[in-house]
């Protein structure tokens, strides 16, 4: 087996073989939904539990039909919520119409202008969660101190932003990011703020285990060419992180050695 076919992705104890997740938000239809996600390759994929149907509406499309369990890990998740208790409540809920599953993506937001991560509510949240059962991955933001406390208290992974939700601004604190993942021993998954194939490697080059991302296919002109060409941008930059890129320097250096040439 070669290196990278070895390298799995491990979350509260699953195996996965793609290390990105997708979200289910934004397209024009079911069938652009499920054809953008199987061209991505992600088994993951994340559902906003209070703005999709996975069986609280019976008169309604059920998401499930076109992205069945058996196929993909479902990553139920709180966005849209504001305060502690409505996110443990949609985790709950979760939990209730997925038949006990337990892994979920924990988001509290501080406000609608910014998106945010509420820090303090976040982690009142995680608590509860935790305690309750649940295997949280957690988005936050870039701040190596809070993703330690995360990790600390439990969480199965620590998902600091980008950027904000949905801007396509890319990684705006690479040192922070890579601060994050050197010192992290749970996973490490860039969360929002993606825009296009280029940020997706960037943040698999710093190490990171991870990228989970929505608006970037779904917003895309072409949401399944974009889909397939975020599969290669995770899979080219978790080789390069793993292969080990050259030292950077400030002079040029020749290609070919000049040590043993005959000059006249």
Known sequence: MSETNADQLVIADRTFNSRLLVGTGKYKDMDETR??????????????????????????????DVLPPDKYTL??????????????????????LLDGHDLVKLEVLGDEKTLFPDVVATM??????????????????????????LEEMGCAAVM?????????????????????????????????????????????????DGVLMNTAIAAANKPVLMASAMRKAIEAGREAYLAGRMPARRYASASSP?????FD
């Open 160 to 208: 600091p932003l980008a950027a904000p939700i949905g801007s396509g601004l890319g990684i705006r604190n690479k040192l922070n990011i890579r601060t994050i993942v050197e010192n992290a021993s749970v996973p490490v998954l860039v969360d929002a703020g993606v825009g296009t194939a280029s940020d997706a490697a960037v943040a698999m080059e710093l190490g990171c």
């Open 35 to 64: 054809a953008a996600i199987e061209a991505s390759g992600a088994e993951i994929i994340t559902i906003a539990v209070r703005r999709t149907n996975i069986g609280q509406n019976s008169d309604e499309p059920n998401i499930l």
């Open 258 to 262: 000049v040590d043993g040439l005959f």
């Open 75 to 96: 990553l139920p998740n709180t966005a849209g919520c504001y305060d502690v208790d409505t996110a443990v409540r949609t985790c709950r809920l979760a939990r209730e």
């Open 124 to 149: 009142k949240a995680a608590e509860i969660l935790i305690k309750d059962g649940f295997r949280i991955m957690v988005y936050t933001n870039d701040d190596p101190i809070i993703a330690r406390q």
